[in-house]
């Protein structure tokens, strides 16, 4: 039994306005082929182009930057695993029969484009767009194509059709088109039949060559008539959110010059907006730009909160910094884009805001001044920025990447980022509680549950949600937050999970989507004081011991698990080899490319080996060991079934074993110090204080840890040294605020089991009372785009309620309950 005393006459604080916000970025293709519905692939022709100033490697396959960081690439068509089912190519997503395809500089639309394509066609020849995995066909459903194209010397005909996968045409056009300069032409097409995996189609029914400046198909029916793809917009609407972040996230960083997100690059005429090759491995046309996503936040009622590039690509991807002009041309481009939002007619972007058919102002409420940057160089970029921007629109509230506060600098809003397990964020519901409320307003401002053995689960929402659950009872100073990403096209997977996801006709919200709705949907006006009494639980230790050294030169022998020998299971990472009764570990480091995550610690030389083959629930494990390279020895606990881990997308194999998904407890000795830490996500997160311990690692010592039902007891030759004890989580989690109506009571039961929740009140409430309910069959449950609707909420009207009552929480759940005075 859990209890909540609530007291709704002692108000605590306000409701933070702004709490629940969006956060987009375009990965995943969450742009064109999702919110942005363009339906033709690679519309400029430009994606086979590798990123300025990048090298390519021979085959295509990574391109590398100035600074050494390297992305793969595979001739435009991004990561190795999207071309599954793709045929090859030399422009992608494009495919020539009896006609040839060539990309021509001399052949550009305007400045800004990099070609256009040339085609030469023989008589009923071909070039055909398969979309972003088939162009998506609806039965009456009306698509506005145009494009931009000249002959070569004569008018030529050239059909444009939409077609069905089987080649039947669904709809077709004729043009003629004219040579000389290139021309628009444009039509639409109605589809008769569904197929999802159709395609877009030229046709000559002559030899005539063709360039094509830039081209494009999009569906008539959009949301508010405003572009953007019905359906996500629906969903969007559908989490009750304030405030939406863009355009990034790394995006606005980008990995050179040229790759930031920059302004003056996403305005105008979309084809005459300069492409550029994203941080998620993909080129973008920057068709969703500045204008679009202020009419997104219009159109859905969210405060904008653009965030800006202040002079330095993404750090943890060999960075460059910029000074001079160039950083004034990015604090320029800052300028211009506030006055291009808020800026009247007669400034020079309010015209051209209004040349764009948007002469009202847009609002502009907050400005987040990077993106992840930290440390001295980004200090005093972000004090340049913040200084002229403050001084020029004092109305706009500041968001810095970090608690730049303490360095001494004026910071209004820090912004802070979680990616963990769910256990972190359930352990951590009270994160907030002891916030300096002097500082500066806290912005949560990405946060998911990233590792575990089951991803957009029920779990992780629930879990998620205590943690929001104690921002609510902290939103006087955590005033914004918003979890990330928001969308995953599931055929461009680079980042999971996601809030949302789709394919070219389907989409849904994982767990957390309704969670956040719900959350979002209830918010009350005043947060009223709650007091909590429930169970406090902890994690199981179960699973194989291991031992683990940051470089090689590591020696073992003796190792035992209640009394019997074991030795090496899974070599993780590193050699191990036996002599004798002696175990050797040398380094081996893994091939690595790609993102390391800023402050992780450096694992390519660790070795790490578990022991046994028994996952044993409760055990003692010895083992003599010593080091003649390292600084420390680390023993290990609960690394082995169950598993949790990092998994990059669906299709990753939940039990696979390496350095990136293992997680563990572990107990660290570095000859003056033992430390209890959990390491995952390649890093080491630490439980409780460091104890001070006094050992000589380069002899054999005789190290021993006994498992208890709450931690671990750690001897040295036969000492006590350490007792950990596990992080707690409470087995309910709430808040409660009132509004005029009554008052509104938030709880998560993150146990197996039906909570009986006995709730207290100061004040008389009527019997009847409403529940919006999420939970599932299994906590592990998910939502697919085959089954959207497995995990979403329920309403349920209960009655009984009073001064004292009873509400039964079910297992894994989140309960809002709305009490009428
Ligand atoms: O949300 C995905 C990425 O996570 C964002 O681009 C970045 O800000 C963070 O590292």
């Known amino acids: 039994m859990s209890k909540l005393s609530i007291e709704s006459k002692n108000v605590r604080f306000p409701v933070a306005p702004d709490l629940y916000g969006l956060f987009f970025e375009d990965i995943n293709r969450a742009g064109d082929s999702g919110l942005y519905p363009e339906m033709l692939r690679n519309r400029s022709f430009e994606d086979s182009i590798p ?262 690509t993404c750090q943890g991807r060999e960075p460059e910094f910029f000074e001079g002009e160039e950083l004034e041309q990015l604090l320029q481009e800052a300028l211009d884009a506030i006055e291009y939002a808020t800026g009247d007619s007669s400034t020079p972007m309010g015209k051209l805001r209004t040349e764009m058919g948007h002469p009202e102002p847009f609002r502009m409420s907050y400005i987040e001044i990077g993106n992840e940057n930290a440390g001295d160089e980004y200090n005093w970029r972000y004090k340049k920025f913040y200084d002229v921007l403050k001084a020029k629109h004092p109305q706009i509230k500041y968001i810095s990447n970090t608690h730049t506060e303490l360095d001494g600098l004026p910071t209004e809003i820090a912004d802070e980022h979680y990616y963990n397990t769910p256990e972190f964020f359930a352990e951590n519901t009270h994160f907030y509680d002891d916030y300096d409320r002097t500082g500066p307003e806290i912005f949560l401002g990405e946060y998911a549950v990233t590792v575990g053995a089951v991803t957009a689960s029920l779990y992780s929402a629930l879990a998620e949600a205590m943690f929001l659950l104690g921002v609510e009872n902290n939103q006087d100073i955590v005033t914004t937050s918003a979890y990330a990403p928001l969308f995953q096209n599931v055929g461009y997977t680079a980042w999971y999970p996601n809030l949302i996801a789709f394919d070219n006709h389907r989409s849904y919200g994982i767990p957390t989507y309704h969670m956040l709705s719900m959350l979002g949907g209830n918010r009350g006006k005043e947060v009223v004081k709650l007091n909590v009494e429930t169970e406090k639980l902890h994690r199981d230790i179960a699973g194989l011991p291991g031992i683990f050294s940051p470089k090689g030169g590591l020696f073992f022998r003796n190792a035992t698990v209640n009394g019997k020998p074991v030795s090496v299971s899974n070599e993780v990472q590193g050699r191990f080899t036996q002599n004798g009764n002696e175990c050797r570990a040398d380094s081996a480091p893994p091939a690595r490319t790609g993102y390391v995550f800023p402050g992780a610690d450096a694992i390519d030389n660790v070795v790490f080996a578990t022991l046994g083959n028994n996952a044993e629930t409760c055990y003692t494990y010895e083992v003599e060991a010593k080091t003649s390279e390292s600084d420390s020895i680390t023993l290990t606990v609960w690394c082995h079934r169950p598993f949790s881990v990092f998994r990059i997308d669906e299709t990753q194999d939940p039990d696979e074993l390496n350095i990136d998904s293992i997680r563990c407890f572990e107990w660290t000795l570095n000859g003056t110090a033992s430390t209890v830490s959990e390491f995952y996500y390649k890093r080491h997160h630490p439980i409780g204080k460091e104890v001070p311990v006094s050992v000589n690692l380069k002899e054999y010592n005789a190290f021993k840890i006994i498992t208890r039902e709450d931690g671990f007891d750690c001897y040295i030759n036969g000492t006590l040294v350490h007792e950990a004890y596990l992080p707690k989580y409470p087995a309910v989690a709430a808040t409660a605020a009132t509004d005029d109506d009554g008052i509104i009571v938030k709880a998560v039961n993150i146990t197996e089991a039906e909570e009986a929740i006995e709730i207290s009140l100061d004040c008389a409430v009527q019997p009847d009372y409403e529940v919006e309910l999420l939970t599932a069959t299994d906590r592990d449950e998910v939502n697919t785009l085959d089954a959207p609707n497995t995990v979403v909420p329920a309403i349920k009207t209960l009655t009984g309620a009073g001064k004292t009552f009873t509400y039964s929480a079910p297992a894994y759940s989140l309960s809002i309950l709305k009490l009428k005075k």
């Open 51 to 312: 990123p300025e100033r990048c090298t390519l490697s021979e085959d295509g396959s990574v391109f590398t930057t100035p600074m050494g960081w390297s992305d793969q690439f595979n001739g435009g068509e991004g990561l190795a695993k999207w071309l599954d089912g793709v045929p090859p190519t030399p422009v992608p997503a494009w495919y020539a029969d009896s006609a040839v395809m060539t990309l021509d500089e001399s052949e550009r639309l305007n400045e800004k484009r990099l070609v256009g394509m040339k085609v030469d066609f023989s008589p009923g020849g071909a070039v055909r767009n398969i979309g972003y995995r088939g162009v998506p066909l609806k039965s009456g459903n009306t698509y506005h194509f145009y494009m931009f194209a000249k002959a070569e010397n004569v008018p030529i005909t050239l059909n444009a059709a939409i077609v069905s996968k089987d080649g039947t045409i669904q709809d077709e056009t004729v043009f003629t088109v004219t040579p000389g300069q290139y021309e628009r032409y444009d039509c639409t097409f109605t589809a008769v039949a569904d197929d999802f995996d159709g395609e877009f189609v030229f046709t000559s029914p002559e030899k005539a060559t063709v360039c094509f400046g830039f081209v494009s198909l999009m569906p008539a029916d959009t949301y508010k008539g405003h572009g953007m793809r019905k359906d996500l917009m629906e969903l969007l609407e559908g989490v009750n959110a304030k405030f939406l972040r863009f355009p990034g996230g790394c995006i606005v960083e980008g990995f050179t010059y040229e790759t930031a997100m920059r302004f003056p690059n996403t305005i105008g005429p979309v084809w005459e907006r300069p492409s550029h090759t994203l941080m998620w491995h993909y080129r973008t046309t920057n068709g969703l730009g500045f204008h679009e996503y202020l009419q997104i936040c219009e159109d859905l009622n969210l405060e904008p909160m653009y965030v800006i590039n202040c002079g330095l």
